[in-house]
């Protein structure tokens, strides 16, 4: 089964500064995708950013961008020029390829900004 | 266009009590998936719907029952609640199979506590 990890339960950065927030996961699938989704106090999930894994183009989406390194099955959600509404909990996600396209979560990041 | 929708917002339950989470999206997906969400542990699935007229069972799906009464809609029935359930509760759906429609949409969350 696959698992997804998140080994920061928090993290803070100051306001306009750089924040990297770390996710690994075990799979023996080739093609798969990979979410983070943001979580604010609202409740509401909210799409950051998608990678398919087929792609070696890291995705990019404003000031957030993704490290992907498939073969150590690593990641990571770098936010730049972060803003005071970047506060939330950050899920890392995982999709297999066709399928029933469930996702498998990593129990979350929970991100503070600082002004 | 509302999205994804469910209702009621917040619930409280006796313990044996049974109560149905309604679920409804506007943007003609195939998929649908129930999810909960307990402190610490991120989401995990409880049952899906790859399309209509199928269910499938999730990581977590003792002590529910779903109904997938059309391509929009898709309900998760509690028969006899315990406080093991207590949880945030969501619903999303996606595009299905083909297309690139991966993405899941998530609805705003029920909170639910049974006592």
């Known amino acids: 089964a696959q698992t997804v990890t998140q080994s920061q339960p928090e993290m803070s950065v100051q306001e306009a500064e750089t924040v990297t927030l770390s996710c690994t996961y075990d799979t023996s699938e080739s093609d798969y995708y990979l979410f983070w989704y943001k979580q604010p106090p609202s409740r509401q999930m909210i799409l950051v950013i998608r990678?398919?894994?087929?792609?070696?183009q890291n995705a990019t989406e404003n000031r957030f961008s993704v490290n992907f390194q498939k073969a150590a099955k690593s990641f990571s959600l770098k936010i730049s020029d972060s803003q005071l509404g970047d506060a939330a909990m950050y899920f890392c996600a995982y999709q297999r390829q066709g399928g029933s396209e469930k996702l498998v979560f990593g129990k979350g990041t929970k991100l503070t900004v600082n002004p | 266009n509302a999205g994804v929708t469910q209702t009621p917002k917040f619930q409280v339950l006796k313990t044996g009590q049974s109560m149905t989470l309604q679920c409804a999206q506007d943007m003609n997906h195939n998929s649908m998936y129930w999810y909960r969400q307990d402190p610490g542990m991120g989401l995990r699935l409880i049952y899906y719907s790859a399309s209509e007229g199928t269910t499938d069972k999730g990581e977590v799906p003792n002590g529910y029952n779903v109904s997938r009464l059309n391509k929009r809609e898709f309900s998760l029935r509690l028969e006899s609640a315990a406080p093991s359930q207590t949880s945030v509760y969501f619903c999303?759906?996606?595009?299905?199979?083909?297309?690139?429609?991966?993405?899941?949409?998530f609805g705003p969350g029920t909170r639910l506590t049974v006592l």
């Open positions: 990678q398919e894994a087929y792609k070696q």
């Open positions: 999303a759906s996606s595009g299905g199979k083909g297309g690139g429609r991966v993405e899941q949409f």
